[in-house]
Structure formats: structure tokens, C-alpha cells
């Protein structure tokens, strides 16, 4: 999977963005919030730009963007993860932010036991800094302390060529929290927290009903056929989809026949067909399966089916090859046969 041949797109890019909105993810504490508000970090739709548009603090902008520093020091924030879990990448999109960009950023970790997050939520912070209260109420948190993920690095700013930012890390922790750091100040259009939910089973008998699959259970995408329109991984995230770039498009296959034709059960005759693999976030017995086709109405597959496996992580890459596909020598089991 490439951007481009100059800019190849991160393995990690597969996986959940355990920050955005969507998910849970929240801004706790900005330094600074002048031109833009730090929330804009974890949208989920595209940045935009809207040409001649001012607020009475500046340019508006659909980033997090700070003032033009004149106090000592860096600006930074808080952001609580909507799902905790194992980090392996960051997205950091600079779009639309050119000569207003921050030129380097660095990343911060912790994992925050409950009675630890005991910050009051924010409010729009459009013109402002963060209060004194604020800041002694952050400084409980020691996170100037917090381990490195990602280490001072430079950025590029938000042209199409040059927007998007990728970092790998190499760490096998449980987070909850990360430190966004920039330097000196500056805006940045939006931030990806690439990973894995991982939950605590512990408390799970072993007759309770549970999702599997989801993404905060730790069920994460790691290969398919294709995804033209919309990721598979938005199968498994939470709630139902507000529309259908929400779900899991793909393209129309171009080698279906002109004039197509079904079986005595209805289902369609044409060649191949798409596919998608998830590992689940943990091993159990499936007794329920919902497929939720809710928007598609033009374009819902004409019938699906579902295999399993039981494999360990550690053997994955033996079963896919380099290009994703299946590895049809493996042993997989019917767990829904084919279904209209």
C-alpha cells in the first residue's frame, strides 16, 4: 500500500486511531489555543480551508494553532486517548498550515490510572491561553516527566506534497495519555494515533457476551483486498456508522461480466471477490455475528461470507504474503457460509 513511490504509506497506517473523536479521544490541556482550538487535532473528517474567512482573533483554521510565541518556553497539550492501548505510529497532517506551521514536534506517553484524570473538561478555547488554575492543575501530572515516544523532530509543512508526517514507534506499552509538544509554536492541521486497543479480560467471565472484533476489545484490520472509499477497519469501530464514508467501501471490480447472472439461491456468478482479515482481541467462541449494512443501499455486496482461524500473532507474516493476500494453503474454517 503507496501514497506515491516517493512517500510509501506506513504498515501501521492499517491500524486504529486510538485519539480520534470519534473513538472518545479529548484535548485536556493546551498552553494555548489563540487561532485555532486544539480540539481540531482529533476530527475526524479531512482538514479544510475556507479563503477569507477571519475571525476577530485571525485567520480561521481547521488545526490547532498558537499564537507567534513572546513568553519563554514551547507550546503543548494533553490528549486522553479514546481507546488505551499499543502505540506503533503517528500521523502528523501539517495541510493548509505553510508558513504558519510548527517546525518541530516531539511526543510524549503515560499511563494514567483512573482517579489520576481528574482534569475539568474544556470549553471552546478560541483567543485564549491556558489559566493559572489550569496549568497547576496539569502540573499534578508531572508529564514534562512522561517517557518519549517520539523524540524532537522536524516537520514539513501543509503542502499537498509535503503534509503528511509519519513516525513509527517502537514500543510495547499500554497508553492512555500522550504530550504533544511543539516548537516553539505554531498549528498543525491534525494528529493520528496509529495502534491496538488492549483492555483488561480479567474481568470478563467466560459466558459474557462480548464484541470481539471492535477495536476497543483490541480487534484491529491487518490485511485486504482493497479500500477505495472507505477503510475496512471502520467496520469495527464504535457505534453505527453516520454514513457511508463510514463503512468499508470498495472499488467496482472491473473484470465483473456485462451482463451478470445467479444461481438457484440468488447469489450472483462473477469472478473473485473482495476480502478483508481482522485479528480478533481475543480468542473465544463466536455465537453471534452482526453485519450491518446501514447507508449502503446502491452499493451493499450482493452476499458475504466469513471464515476463521486459530493463529497466533507471532505466525501472521507466515500466513500473508507481502502484498496482503491470503495465503489459501492455510486451514481456514466456514464461520458464516455464503449469505445473501
Not at 499500554?174 to 493520528?192: F, M, Q, V
Amino acid at each position: 500500500m503507496t501514497e506515491s513511490n516517493d512517500h510509501p504509506i506506513p504498515v501501521f497506517m492499517q491500524m486504529n486511531n486510538l485519539a480520534c473523536e470519534s473513538v472518545g479521544g479529548k484535548i485536556l490541556f493546551a498552553t494555548d489555543d489563540w487561532f485555532a482550538p486544539a480540539e481540531n487535532l482529533l476530527k475526524k473528517t479531512d482538514p479544510e480551508f475556507k479563503p477569507g474567512l477571519f475571525t476577530e482573533f485571525g485567520k480561521w483554521m481547521d488545526g490547532w494553532e498558537t499564537r507567534r510565541k513572546r513568553i519563554p518556553g514551547h507550546d503543548w497539550c494533553i490528549i486522553q486517548l479514546g481507546v488505551p492501548g499499543i502505540i506503533h505510529g503517528f500521523e502528523i497532517d501539517t495541510c493548509f498550515f505553510t508558513g504558519n506551521y510548527a517546525p518541530c514536534i516531539s511526543i510524549q506517553a503515560s499511563s494514567l490510572k483512573q482517579e489520576e484524570r481528574t482534569l475539568s473538561p474544556r470549553e471552546n478555547r478560541i483567543g485564549t491561553a491556558s489559566s493559572d488554575e489550569e496549568s497547576q492543575a496539569i502540573d499534578q501530572l508531572k508529564s514534562e516527566k512522561w517517557p518519549h515516544l517520539l523524540q524532537r523532530v522536524e516537520l514539513k509543512p501543509g503542502f499537498p506534497e509535503s503534509r503528511r508526517n509519519y513516525f513509527q514507534v517502537n514500543s510495547y506499552e499500554r497508553w492512555t495519555h500522550i504530550r504533544l509538544n511543539i516548537y516553539p509554536d505554531g498549528g498543525i492541521a491534525r494528529l493520528k494515533v496509529y495502534g491496538i486497543g488492549q483492555r483488561d479480560w480479567s474481568s470478563c467471565g467466560q459466558n459474557d457476551l462480548e464484541d470481539l472484533i471492535s477495536m476497543v476489545n483490541g480487534g484491529v484490520c491487518i490485511s485486504f483486498s482493497d479500500a477505495h472509499y472507505g477503510h475496512p477497519r471502520n467496520l469495527i469501530g464504535l457505534g453505527r456508522a453516520c454514513d457511508m464514508g463510514d463503512g468499508w467501501e470498495t472499488a467496482r471490480r472491473l473484470d465483473r461480466p456485462p451482463i451478470l447472472e445467479a444461481d438457484s439461491k440468488g447469489i450472483l456468478q462473477v469472478p473473485g471477490n473482495e476480502w478483508a482479515v481482522f485479528r480478533l482481541g481475543h480468542p473465544g467462541l463466536i455465537t453471534h455475528i452482526e453485519i450491518d449494512t446501514n447507508h449502503f443501499k446502491g452499493n451493499a455486496p450482493n452476499s458475504c461470507q466469513i471464515h476463521a482461524l486459530l493463529l497466533q500473532p507471532t505466525k501472521e507474516e507466515e500466513k500473508f504474503n507481502r502484498n496482503g493476500d491470503l495465503d489459501e494453503g492455510q486451514s481456514w474454517k466456514p464461520l458464516l457460509p455464503v449469505t445473501l
